[in-house]
């Protein structure tokens, strides 16, 4: 999605900590959503932002600032099967009453031994 | 809850051929579906939305009579890829959207990769 930025790759030792940006651009903001995606797998619904701030849920949390137009996804502890492509999402309700969901890239995340 | 399956997972064909993938909710109701479709490192490119019980939404630049989809349960949408072509090879995902509680998302397939001979 051209208005989703986020990292193209990221590494990071087992056990430590990341944190993925994500910043978008979006007239009709409803929501901010976090996926991860194994190679060749679809993606699986991680976090939900709507309202300003921290969303924590185990190992996983996610931020959220609507006026700066940014999110992360901070994953704790990081264990070797966390490696994966994390997807930003963002939901736009400019073209109807559900909206549209925006994709970025997805950033890899590679956890080493 | 929200689980959605895809059938095939993957599938093979010679030119010229149409396929058809299926995709269900199994434990919930969806009113809405969604087609996507994703290349290798590429982000998810969503092709069309899908209503039970009226035609599909194209997104701009994806050819309807190409792309066929169709739902008509509340719990099974299918897409059509006809005359296929090399370059219709891709990842297709299907998504089904659920509302619970807390959220209002969708939830994933697990994909079909086709390779178009």
Redo the contacts between chains.
Sequence with gaps: ?QNIDQPTEMTATEGAIVQINCTYQTSGFN?L?W?QQHA??????LS?NVLDGLEEKGRFSSFLSRSKGYSYLLLKELQMKDSASY?CAVRDLTTDS?G??Q????TQVVVTP | GAVVSQHPSRVICKSGTSVKIECRSLDFQATTMFWYRQFPKQSLMLMATSNEGSKATYEQGVEKDKFLINHASLTLSTLTVTSAHPEDSSFYICSARARDRVTDTQYFGPGTRLTVL
């Design positions: 999605g929501g959503f996926y060749g797998e679809a993606p699986t619904f939900y997807l559900w549209k969901f994709f970025g890239a997805g």
